[in-house]
């Protein structure tokens, strides 16, 4: 089982809807990630936190709104997506950012927007 | 540029005979390269990584790489395919990007070990 859990599994919302996704990590690790992977496709980096401050956003629509509450969690809240928006959104953690440390993925949050 | 190709859409393989997955990559300064797994409906497993020193990686699942400088190139490896081994393999590279570090997938390579 992986070490990094993500809630929830799956997540249906409409466009205008709010909604967040959460992100959970206790291997004391210092760095936190988004990604977001379409099918057959590999993941595309949307946000890096690094001792709990936003050090890499990838210029990513406003809609996607990262949160890190403290150094073991990792939101995404999201507003008014676009059915483009739907994929997989993967949550890692690695000891360091931009080290040699390899990345601890989630299982991930399939989201799909109605 | 710096990039990762992974030549390879699919491998096909039976089980018990040896397998190759191949990744070359283009990168300033000195590489650091890791191969990730991907299972169905799964997050990414790291498998291995190269940094410095012996050129032969040995890794998680009876998975190794071989890293050729000269050619570029970080093919994984294994003696002996098992039917499990199929999934979705991932080649990435460590890049200085925007002042900043970060990893560069390639486009992925499916593994498919037929019995």
């Known amino acids: 089982d992986t070490e990094v859990t993500q809630t929830p599994k799956h997540l249906v919302m409409g466009m205008t809807n709010k909604k967040s996704l959460k992100c959970e990590q206790h291997?004391?690790?210092?760095?936190m990630y988004w990604y977001k992977q379409k099918a057959k496709k590999p993941p595309e980096l949307m946000f890096v936190?690094?001792?709990?401050?936003?050090?890499i956003n990838e210029s990513v629509p406003s809609r996607f709104s990262p949160e890190c509450p403290n150094s073991s969690l990792l939101n995404l809240h999201l507003h008014a997506l676009q059915p483009e928006d739907s994929a997989l959104y993967l949550c890692?953690?690695?000891?360091?950012?931009?080290?040699?440390?390899?990345?601890?993925f989630g299982n991930g949050t399939r989201l799909t927007v109605t | 540029a710096q990039s990762v190709a992974q030549p390879e859409d699919q491998v096909n393989v039976a089980e018990g005979n040896p397998l190759t997955v191949k990744c070359t990559y283009s990168?300033?300064?000195?590489?650091?390269l890791f191969w990730y797994v991907q299972y169905p409906n799964r997050g990414l497993q790291f498998l291995l990584k190269?940094?410095?020193?012996?050129?032969l990686v040995k890794g998680s699942y009876g998975f190794e790489a071989e890293f050729n400088k000269s050619q570029t190139s970080f093919h994984l490896k294994k003696p002996s395919a098992l039917v499990s081994d199929s999934a979705l393999y991932f080649c990435?590279?460590?890049?200085?990007?925007?002042?900043?570090?970060?990893?560069?997938f390639g486009s992925g390579t499916r593994l498919l070990v037929r019995p």
């Open positions: 936190y690094s001792y709990e401050k936003l050090s």
């Open positions: 990168v300033s300064g000195n590489p650091y």
């Open positions: 291997m004391g690790h210092r760095a």
């Open positions: 990435a590279v460590r890049a200085l990007m925007d002042s900043s570090y970060k990893l560069i």
């Open positions: 190269y940094i410095t020193g012996d050129n």
């Open positions: 890692a953690s690695s000891q360091e950012g931009g080290d040699d440390s390899p990345l601890h």
